[in-house]
């Protein structure tokens, strides 16, 4: 079939008018945009921990206390471990957590320093430093 200039072919042979596949072109970016609205929005609780799909909240709070400084490295439930980072004492981390895994490391710390985690206001973990520096606070959110 021959083209004309207010013609194209399609893959089916058919022609369609210019104006009629301009008008669907159009369309595609709203399309695009709205799926990616979409995919966003879905993605909000996984982002937040899956506090929304697996229960309530908590508030969970971090603690370094002691003289001086020391590296910390930490994680609330949902997220990555940060990197350690050297932090002058006394050192308060807070955040709203959901279900699962907190976790509090302490290195390079002068004798007496502790590391603890409260959830909803009570303590779940203390440890103080050991000879070497180092202490671990882990507390996993999930029945409480």
């Not at 909000?44 to 001086?68: D, I, W, Y």
Request: charged letters at 20%; one cysteine or more.
């Amino acid at each position: 079939m021959p083209t004309t200039d207010s013609t194209i072919p399609t893959k089916a042979g058919r022609a369609k008018s210019v104006a009629a596949r301009t008008r669907t072109a159009r369309r595609w970016p709203l399309r695009t945009a709205l799926a990616a609205l979409v995919l966003a929005a879905a993605a909000v609780p996984v982002a937040a921990g899956c506090s929304s799909l697996f229960g309530k909240t908590h508030q969970v709070r971090m603690e370094v206390t002691g003289s001086g400084s020391a590296q910390v490295a930490y994680a609330f439930s949902g997220d990555s471990l940060r990197p350690p980072r050297r932090e002058k004492l006394t050192w308060i981390k807070k955040a709203d957590a959901g279900f699962g895994f907190n976790r509090l490391d302490v290195s390079g710390a002068s004798p007496g320093t502790t590391c603890r985690i409260l959830v909803d206001g009570k303590e779940r973990v203390r440890k103080t430093v050991a000879a070497d520096g180092i202490a671990n606070c882990f507390v996993s959110v999930q029945n409480h």
